[in-house]
């Protein structure tokens, strides 16, 4: 079946860096476009940011020029490196497919705070 494990999260200070990882299985992963999505407390989910299969992003702007999404269709594997991070970044981070999630994998956490 259809699923996504992500890891990576943790505590960091702001202006720090964390680089998150997502592991996909159960469908053929080099032809999806995938997404990095993140929860706050109190908030919606909302779309981090995407990456096509042939490696173009796009990133919702209160992120843009700080995170990449990268992918290894080779591993199955899409990543998320977060620089300069700020308070307000912090949230549950989950990877899935970038257009129509299907289903939610539990999610990392991260934590920005001095």
């Known amino acids: 079946q259809v699923q996504f494990v992500e890891s990576g999260g943790g505590l960091v200070q702001p202006g720090g860096s964390l680089r998150l990882s997502c592991s996909a299985s159960?469908?053929?992963?080099?032809?999806?476009?995938m997404g990095w999505y993140r929860q706050a407390p109190g908030k919606q989910r909302e779309l981090v940011g995407s990456?096509?299969?042939?490696?173009?992003?796009n990133y919702a702007d209160s992120v843009k020029g700080r995170f990449t999404i990268s992918r290894d269709n080779t591993m199955n594997l899409v990543y998320l490196q977060m620089n300069t991070l700020k308070p307000e970044d912090t949230a549950v981070y989950y990877c899935?497919?970038?257009?129509?999630?299907?289903?939610w994998g539990q999610g990392t956490q991260v934590t920005v705070s001095s």
């Open positions: 159960g469908f053929i992963f080099s032809i999806y476009v």
């Open positions: 899935n497919w970038g257009s129509f999630p299907g289903p």
């Open positions: 990456i096509s299969r042939d490696g173009s992003t």
